[in-house]
């Protein structure tokens, strides 16, 4: 089983950046599949990005492209999401979630989540 943990959350004015990490400990494999997720007061949990394990290609939603990176490290363990030009709108819960395949795909195991705020 597979466990995440989120990192990196906090407080931030609009402008501003934050990074975030997800670790992934348990039992991974180099093809276990990840992505970012968020939830916003009131709203339904949404995709934000997600990365290939296959071919170096990265999956973004619209609201973050251009502002927002995703990364991992080389053993595929850890998962980060830069996020530059921050929005009061980007104010949400950040999830790390493992996946069933390659984006698109369903989320399967969900870490913590990491409170990011984004004041004006």
């Known amino acids: 089983q597979v466990q995440l943990v989120e990192s990196g959350g906090g407080l931030v004015q609009a402008g501003g950046s934050l990074r975030l990490s997800c670790a992934a400990s348990g039992r991974t494999f180099s093809n276990t599949y990840m992505g970012w997720f968020r939830q916003a007061p009131g709203k339904n949990r949404e995709f934000v990005a997600a990365?290939?394990?296959?071919?170096?290609?990265?999956y973004y939603a619209d609201s973050v492209k251009g502002r927002f990176t995703i990364s991992r490290n080389n053993a595929k363990t850890t998962m980060y999401l830069q996020m530059n030009t921050l929005k009061p709108e980007d104010t949400a819960v950040y999830y790390c979630?493992?996946?069933?395949?390659?984006?698109?795909?369903?989320?399967?195991?969900w870490g913590q989540g990491t409170q990011v705020t984004v004041t004006s």
């Open positions: 990365p290939s394990w296959s071919d170096g290609s990265t």
């Open positions: 979630a493992t996946l069933y395949s390659n984006w698109p795909s369903s989320p399967k195991i």
